[in-house]
């Protein structure tokens, strides 16, 4: 069965790092686009960012996040540097044949994984 799982999360001050994975199985994973999104309390989910052929971040965090992925470890990476207070959310992993920046055109999701910036 399809499953996407995220780790690496968790508690961090302003201006730290994390590096988040996101561990695959159940389909092609080299055929898929993957991303990153993440939703903070009482607020909609966000793309963060995305790979296929190439590599797309939204503005926020361009510069600091940056996505990779290993094909034959079925994984998908997000380092993510100089860490602000508004990064704070649950950060989920996705899989679709098209990829960007659009929540429908994924087809996989993770649980997500909870990454806390605070002093």
């Known amino acids: 069965q399809v499953q996407l799982v995220e780790s690496g999360g968790g508690l961090v001050q302003p201006g730290g790092s994390l590096r988040l994975s996101c561990a695959t199985s159940g389909f092609t994973f080299s055929s898929q686009a993957m991303g990153w999104f993440r939703q903070a309390p009482g607020k909609e989910r966000e793309f963060v960012a995305a790979i296929s052929s190439i590599r797309y971040y939204t503005d926020s965090v361009k510069g600091r996040f940056t996505i990779s992925r290993d094909n034959a470890k079925r994984t998908v990476y997000l380092q993510m540097n100089s860490l602000k207070p508004e990064d704070t959310a649950v950060y989920s992993c996705?899989?679709?044949?098209?990829?960007?920046?659009?929540?429908?055109?994924?087809?996989?999701w993770g649980q997500g994984t909870q990454v806390t910036v605070s002093s």
């Open positions: 996705a899989a679709g044949p098209r990829g960007g920046i659009v929540t429908l055109n994924y087809d996989y």
